[in-house]
């Protein structure tokens, strides 16, 4: 299984500052057909997951453009440009290239 | 509008089965693609995929829980079932259902783009 490590585990934001957070996976995430299926999911508290980002760096609908991902390959990361504060919660890479796929054990994104 | 809802009992005891249902509106599982996967989380802990079914009755399975579950569609009724036998309380979770565009070479995000609200269930004696 490909093995998704997220640091930090918990990353305290001042309000208007930017915030990163780093995905590494134990294998490459390049597919046979050319695409990285690499994601990022937001969980604010008590709701359920909503999708951020695919394949890397594209938006999904409706997600504000303070948020971007980049990477290649092994490693990724999401940033905040400027953090605000209905962005508290808990966000997670996973990967779509491999069966099994697999989750980040998540980044706790909290304000100081 | 796509909408995912997870229906299933709330307590189950150790060793039973679990079943569940994943009951889904806006898209077709006979849709070229599509694809529905059953995720859980327990309490303050992080997501865990279980399995997946495809459009074309394709399953995928979580390496760890495989020998202990089973995925199956009903296209006409679009819902998506899971059993998980011999429950244990590790197992104890927020069990959630979400919509995937699955298809490889074909340009889609392979991303969870839809999610349920999830289902509570703990097993206990």
């Known amino acids: 299984d490909i093995v998704m490590t997220q640091t930090p585990l918990s990353s305290p934001v001042t309000l208007g500052q930017p915030a990163s957070i780093s995905c590494r996976s134990s294998?490459?995430?390049?597919?046979?057909?050319?695409?990285?299926?690499l994601s990022w999911l937001q969980q604010r508290p008590g709701q359920p997951p909503r999708l951020l980002i695919y394949k890397i760096s594209n938006r999904f609908s409706g997600v504000p453009d303070r948020f971007s991902g980049t990477g290649a390959g092994t490693d990724f990361t999401l940033k905040i440009s400027r953090v605000e504060a209905e962005d508290v919660g808990i966000y997670y890479c996973?990967?779509?290239?491999?069966?099994?796929?697999?989750f980040g054990q998540g980044t706790k994104l909290e304000i100081k | 509008q796509v909408t995912l809802r997870e229906s299933g009992p709330a307590l189950v005891k150790p060793t039973q089965t679990l079943t569940l249902t994943c009951t889904f509106s806006g898209f077709s599982l006979s849709s070229s693609g599509m694809c529905v996967s059953w995720i859980r989380q327990p309490p303050g802990k992080a997501l865990e995929w279980l399995a997946r079914i495809d459009w074309d009755d394709d399953k995928f399975y979580s390496t760890s829980l495989k020998t202990r579950l089973t995925i199956s569609k009903d296209t006409s009724k679009n819902q998506v079932v899971l059993t998980m036998t011999n429950m244990d309380p590790v197992d104890t979770a927020t069990y959630y259902c979400?919509?995937?565009?699955?298809?490889?070479?074909?340009?889609?995000?392979?991303?969870?783009?839809?999610w349920g609200q999830g289902t509570l269930v703990t097993v206990s004696s």
């Open positions: 979400a919509r995937i565009w699955g298809a490889y070479n074909s340009g889609n995000h392979l991303a969870f783009d839809y």
């Open positions: 294998q490459s995430l390049l597919h046979g057909d050319g695409n990285t299926y």
């Open positions: 996973m990967q779509a290239t491999q069966f099994p796929h697999t």
